[in-house]
């Protein structure tokens, strides 16, 4: 709730100019209310529309659930790597 803000400004910023691609580490995130869930599914639809690709990266296992609970896994790009 507090840098969904925050996220949502810096996004923005960056598809003034959009790149080929957006990667958002989600490493640190250990709580996401629906305020997060709404900001990141409006992020990645302004991607696309700026023909750009929002990716989810490091995203936890208590993100996952969230997502695969509230169906939005499937409208969002994950991409979960794991090192060698």
């Known amino acids: 709730m507090l840098t969904a803000g925050q996220l949502s400004t810096v996004v923005n ?3 003034a100019d959009p790149p ?8 640190g995130v250990t709580f996401c209310d629906s305020q997060g ?3 990141l599914v409006v992020l990645s639809r302004k991607a696309s529309h700026a023909q750009s690709l929002l990716v989810l990266s490091n995203v936890g296992d208590f993100l996952l659930r969230v997502l695969d609970i509230t169906g939005l896994r499937s409208a969002l790009m994950i ?3 794991t090192a060698p």
């Open 13 to 15: 910023e960056v598809l």
């Open 20 to 27: 080929p691609r957006i990667v958002l580490d989600l490493a």
């Open 37 to 39: 869930l709404g900001t």
């Open 79 to 81: 991409r979960n790597e």
